[in-house]
């Protein structure tokens, strides 16, 4: 069961300063994405291409506090700190077809990824992994999963339920990644660097679970926690968003 890159995660301390720290790296600005009710936490997002898309969440001053700790370990008083200061690269998401047989897979390799948590996002649906006390894996080196649960188009025009064991003969049935829906400024993801003080122990996790990847799109690094991503803009020219300050 194959898992492919997803997404990745900007964190800030408010969506205002996370917009303007992405516009000064890539000058891309990123347009509102929407709420999270059950979360307590809002986003802005950007298409990286027609599978992939880049996200920018922070706690939604608006909202009711949350029954549960916070996704993305944004209740934990370090990152509230760390986020005074700068927005930061946080972690990255993985999509897989079989959320509870990723899940497995991720426990046999020791991290416990959590249990499948339904969410949704105005007409979007999905699955993701969280753990109860809100954590990230490796201080987010290690992806998250999601399965995404949209309702797809079929051949004749007409929306389907996911849900339906076969379509009717003559259709078809597709889930339609949501960053096809997204604004696109050519902004393209090439590399994603995973620095951990025991790489092999990152390497092997993903190996596990079942990462498909282009060649050179992740590269391992030995050293303190953090990520690097560089993207490629419209004129060629490379950007960077890494998770240190």
Known sequence: MPVFFDHLVVAAQSL??????????????????????????????????????????????EARPPEQPRWFDLDDPHLKERLAKNPCLLTWIVRTNNLKRSIALAKNMGPDPGFPVAMSR????WKIALRSDGRLLEQGLLPLLIEWAQPAVSNSGNTESLNQSRPPRGQTREIQHPAKAM????????????????????????????????????????GACHLVAHFEDNEGKTRTLGSLA
């Open 183 to 222: 604004k696109d400024a050519g902004l393209r993801l090439r590399t994603l660097e995973l620095h951990h003080p025991e790489p092999l122990k990152i390497y092997d996790y993903l190996q596990g679970i079942g990462i498909k990847s282009p060649p050179r799109f992740l590269k391992f690094q030995e």
């Open 16 to 61: 205002d300063k996370g917009v303007d720290w992405v516009r000064q790296i890539t000058g891309v600005s990123v347009p509102p994405g929407g709420k999270h009710p059950q979360m307590a936490t809002h986003n802005h997002v950007l298409a990286l291409g027609s599978s992939r898309y880049l996200e920018i969440i922070a706690t939604d001053p």
């Open 122 to 125: 105005g007409s979007l649906t």
